[in-house]
T-cell receptor
């Protein structure tokens, strides 16, 4: 079955440590997205990528970095500069970059906590 | 800027109806609706495009008034499975790209 796979499901970060969240899709979608979800805040866009080797900052990109070397993969690194990383992270994809008339498909998320 | 959803939370008995509203201060190209169960991924419900379109999905329907930059989600004869948090996402232009901005969500609880 096609879908989006996020790993790990739970992740713990030590102070000063960078951690990388994995997102893989086999839907052959061009566009991929990373969202952060905090209680009562909805989903906030961190980064998005509309084609391979290209990505744009979303609304809350500070302290995060991404890469898009392959169409299937869009890993997110939470750097030590992100002082409040505890949140639920969701990866999504869409067929093309034009999000106006097509749905986003979400992975099951990674819950990140600070040790 | 996030669209504003109202109410923040609503509690229903099975079989009752509910309306969830979503409004934006920006010109909108479309409105998306998603439902999320606790700890799970959001699930797509429907997209409303320009033109005052109304769409339906099972007993859930929605409308979009582009002039008022508002959308409403209508849940009729609610079922226990409708419980969850409902998010609207508004598609607007950011530079040369379109992106989706989500509201903070409306928590719907359906009791027996």
């Amino acid at each position: 079955d096609g879908g989006i796979t996020q790993s790990p499901k739970y992740l713990f970060r030590k102070e000063g440590q960078n951690v990388t969240l994995s997102c893989e899709q086999n839907l052959n979608h061009d566009a991929m997205y990373w969202y952060r979800q905090d209680p009562g805040q909805g989903l906030r866009l961190i980064y998005y990528s509309q084609i391979v080797n290209d990505f744009q900052k979303g609304d809350i990109a500070e302290g995060y970095s991404v890469s898009r070397e392959k169409k299937e993969s869009f890993p997110l690194t939470v750097t030590s500069a992100q002082k409040n990383p505890t949140a639920f992270y969701l990866c999504a994809s869409s067929v093309t970059r034009d999000i106006r008339n097509q749905p986003q498909h979400f992975g099951d998320g990674t819950r990140l906590s600070i040790l | 800027q996030q669209p504003v959803q109202s109410p923040q939370a609503v509690i229903l008995r099975e079989g009752e109806d509910a309306v969830i509203n979503c409004s934006s201060s920006k010109a909108l190209y479309s409105v998306h609706w998603y439902r999320q169960k606790h700890g799970e991924a959001p699930v797509f419900l429907m997209i409303l495009l320009k033109g005052g379109e109304q769409k339906g999905h099972e007993k859930i329907s929605a409308s979009f008034n582009e002039k008022k930059q508002q959308s409403s989600l209508y849940l009729t004869a609610s079922q226990l499975s409708y419980s969850g948090t409902y998010f609207c996402g508004t598609a607007d232009r950011g530079g040369s790209n379109y992106k989706l901005t989500f509201g903070k969500g409306t928590l719907l609880t359906v009791n027996p």
